[in-house]
C-alpha cells in the first residue's frame, strides 16, 4: 500500500451568509482534490455549521480555516476572532452536532482572545491513494529441474563457475 502524502491548507474569509456556500466549494474541491472525496459531506456540512454560526453569534466576521491530512486522519479547525463570543453558551447548539458527526472535536483559545474550534474525521489510507493494480507476472512455459535432482558434483561444478 502506498503511504499517504501529507497536506495542509488555510483559508482566510470573511464571514457572510453568500460566503459560506462559497467557502463549502473551496473545501470540497482541495478535499476531491486530495482523493478524499468520503470526507467532502461530513467535513463540509461541519465547517458550514461553524461558518453560519459564527455568522449569526459574532460581531468579527473574520474567520480562518484551516484543513490537516495526516493520513488517517482530516482535521478541520475554524479560527474566530471574535472574543465576546461563548462556544458554551452561543455555539452549543453547533458543538453538539458536531460532536456527533465527527469522530474527535474540540475547542481552544489562543493568546489574542480567539477562539479556534476543531473536529476530525478519521478514513483509511486507502480511501486516501487509490491502488494501482499490479501487471501478472510472466509464467515459465518449461519446466526447470529442481537442484535435488542433479547430482552433487554437478551442483559443484555450477557453483564453482560462478552460476549460484
Known amino acids: 500500500m502506498k503511504t499517504a502524502v501529507p497536506c495542509y491548507y488555510h483559508l482566510d474569509v470573511e464571514v457572510s451568509p453568500e460566503r459560506v456556500g ?6 470540497a474541491a482541495h478535499l476531491r482534490l486530495w482523493d478524499l472525496e468520503t470526507l467532502v459531506e461530513p467535513v463540509c456540512r461541519g465547517a458550514v455549521l461553524l461558518l453560519k454560526a459564527i455568522d449569526e453569534h459574532a460581531t468579527d ?33 453547533c458543538l453538539e452536532r458536531i460532536a456527533v458527526m465527527s469522530d474527535g472535536w474540540g475547542c481552544c483559545a489562543t ?28 509464467s515459465l ?24
Do not use: M, Y
Open 141 to 164: 512455459r518449461e519446466v526447470l529441474q529442481v537442484p535435488r535432482e542433479l547430482p552433487v558434483a554437478a551442483l559443484a561444478a555450477v557453483a564453482a563457475e560462478g552460476g549460484c
Open 61 to 93: 466576521k473574520n474567520t480562518s480555516i484551516e484543513l490537516w491530512w495526516n493520513g488517517q486522519h482530516l482535521i478541520t479547525a475554524v479560527g474566530e476572532n471574535d472574543s465576546d463570543l461563548r462556544p458554551d453558551l452561543d455555539l452549543r447548539a
Open 22 to 27: 462559497q467557502v463549502r466549494r473551496i473545501l
Open 111 to 138: 493568546e489574542t482572545g480567539s477562539k479556534v474550534i476543531w473536529f476530525s474525521q478519521r478514513a483509511r489510507s486507502g480511501e486516501r491513494v487509490p491502488l494501482v493494480p499490479t501487471a501478472p507476472e510472466p
